[in-house]
């Protein structure tokens, strides 16, 4: 290898030195600038959509306060906890069941201990369930110091008094009169009497059980408060001559059930009775009885 040749492009002059440091330096000066100076020309933001953040940040802020807040309960009679409700304070299926079958007995729980013998729930959960019992007036009445007696002399008769209801027609029945029943609020007493005026009045106390809405509990204090009348003015329906159009307004029958009675007229001559509705296909057979009362078969 030729050194000699080598050592001598390795040699520079004095201009040439010179640029060289000249070039460095402009290269570090150009780094330092790099690093040091925001070239983004949109990095300033305007008094208004500083106010905005602010504003923002206060709303996350209060929103998730809100989130964190824990949600009202209320209080309850143990007695009548559904499967849902009892699924959603954390019982077991087995304990519902438990709770369900001695109901069945028409038995009650009248206390937490009760409660917990009955369910088998463990003290932990009836630790958290129990500041939301809400026995009946009597049952209270009975643990307090007062004695038996005087609570049968008074509470008792008060009792007695108001065990005296008043059964009206439910076709006869307002707003003010539904919502009287506990359980009734205004949507579902709004519910039943647009119910009522779609069908043209109720013809039996079953239907309660189609009003979304409506527990158990709730329908047999229904039926206590409220029975079915003659609906003396009752438009029924021509069930052989009815067209198409008024079938399917009609609450139980809708659109494709009304063609099929209508071609099942066509090809079978006319519907005798509410057992040719039956051999239709879409036709409720467990509300035959029911449909019966509002059709005209002659």
């Known amino acids: 290898m030729n050194f000699k040749a080598f050592e001598s492009f390795l040699k520079f002059n004095k201009e040439q030195r ?5 070039l460095f330096t402009l290269i570090i000066i150009l780094q330092v600038c790099y690093y040091c100076y925001d070239f983004n020309p949109g990095s300033k933001q305007s008094l208004q959509e500083l106010q905005w953040i ?6 996350d802020y209060e929103k998730n306060a809100t989130k964190n807040l824990p949600k009202q309960q209320y209080a309850f009679n143990p007695n009548f906890i559904s499967d849902y409700k009892g699924y959603k304070l954390g019982m077991s299926t087995q304990e519902i069941d438990r709770l369900l079958a001695f109901r069945k007995q028409n038995k009650f729980v009248n206390s937490p201990e009760e409660f917990q013998r009955v369910t088998q729930i463990s003290d932990s959960l009836l630790e958290t369930m129990s500041p939301l019992f809400k026995f009946p007036n009597w049952v209270e009445y009975k643990k307090s110091t007062k004695p038996y007696k005087d609570y049968k002399n ?3 008769q008060a009792f007695a008094k108001k065990e005296k209801v008043l059964v009206i027609d439910i076709n006869q029945a307002d707003k003010e009169a539904l919502m009287n029943v506990y359980g009734i609020g205004d ?3 709004t519910r039943i009497l647009k119910q009522k005026e779609a069908l043209g009045g109720f013809v ?10 409506l527990s158990p509990e709730v329908i047999e204090k229904l039926n206590i408060h409220f029975k079915v009348g003659p609906l003396l003015n009752m438009k029924k329906i021509d069930i052989n001559n009815a067209s198409l159009k008024e079938l399917s307004q009609f609450h139980y029958f809708r659109y494709a059930l009304a063609k099929e009675i209508i071609t099942y007229r066509s090809m079978n001559g006319n519907i005798k009775n509410i057992e040719d509705l039956t051999k239709i296909k879409g036709f409720s057979v467990d509300k035959a009885k029911i449909i019966a009362l509002y059709l005209d078969f002659k």
């Open 18 to 22: 010179l640029g060289i440091i000249v």
């Open 54 to 59: 602010g504003l923002q940040s206060t709303l």
């Open 154 to 156: 008074q509470e008792y």
């Open 187 to 189: 949507a579902i007493s």
């Open 204 to 213: 039996s106390m079953e239907q309660m059980d189609e009003i979304w809405g």
